[in-house]
């Protein structure tokens, strides 16, 4: 049995009249609290995920935006046996280019790079486990952005691909001996047509 309780909000604020003019900023804040609850049996777990960013860009020309974006998230996984806290910082720089498509409804493709710093506290009745990560990545992704007056817009990302590498580094704690651990991993993925989709508001004055 499993129930879930997602509410997201993520807002940009630009401080000119037309978001996609050259010159325009924008200053943008997010909000994501997801909360799962999982029964298998007698065992329930649950877990709960707070993310937040905060990020800025420029038209450096009409229809063409960069900026960046600072995230940080925090998630607990718990149960009657296990215990597990993640926590994760990150920043990324995006390039993103718009095309008109009738009046004010317009598609966009874009480009980021980004960095995240990542550690996980695990523990359970015979053992703690301690994980810190580094990982870099790039990708590119595409939507739909309608304009729906001068003080207002709506986003929505429909395909983005990644590629990711990863150096993490573990620590195990059981009663008598501590085991230390380094792996490297690379990944590659990519969201198809409205697969986890995303969104964005702008407030535009």
Known sequence: MKTKLMMGVLCVVAFAANAQTRGTNTL?????????????????????????SIGYGN???DNTKIGFDLNYSKSNYLNATYNSDIKNYGINLTYQRYFP????????????????????????????TT?????????AFG???????????FETTLLSANASYTNTEQKENTTNTIYDYKRTTFNLSSDGFINNLGFKIYILF
């Open 143 to 153: 939507g739909i952005t309608w304009f729906l007056s001068k003080r207002f817009a």
């Open 101 to 128: 498509l009738v009046k004010t409804l317009y598609a966009y493709a874009g480009g980021k790079g980004g960095y995240n710093y990542g550690t996980q506290e695990t523990t359970d009745p015979n053992q703690g």
């Open 131 to 139: 994980y810190t990560s580094n990982t870099y990545s790039v990708g």
């Open 28 to 52: 943008g804040f997010g909000v994501n609290v997801n909360t799962e609850k999982l029964k298998n049996g007698v065992i329930e777990t649950e877990s709960k995920t707070n993310s937040y």
């Open 59 to 61: 038209f450096i020309k």
